[in-house]
């Protein structure tokens, strides 16, 4: 298969793709900023928790 066939099937394959509307891609944008900001803050809190009993218990 030659570069230009790969191309012209690929686009093919595209034409048949089921694109989400602009809404839809907004909304799913947020959700995954929103989940995103979410775990970051529960792994961060987490962190700070076990690194003041670290330094508690461990190191003085």
């Not at 959700?31 to 979410?38: D, H, T």
């Amino acid at each position: 298969m030659s570069f230009i066939e790969y191309i012209k099937e690929s686009k093919g394959e595209l034409a048949h793709v089921s694109w989400p509307t602009r809404s839809q891609a907004i909304a799913f944008t947020v959700l995954v900023v929103v989940l995103s900001v979410a775990t970051s803050i529960y792994l961060g809190a987490f962190d700070a928790l076990f690194t003041t009993i670290i330094k508690k218990f461990f190191v003085k």
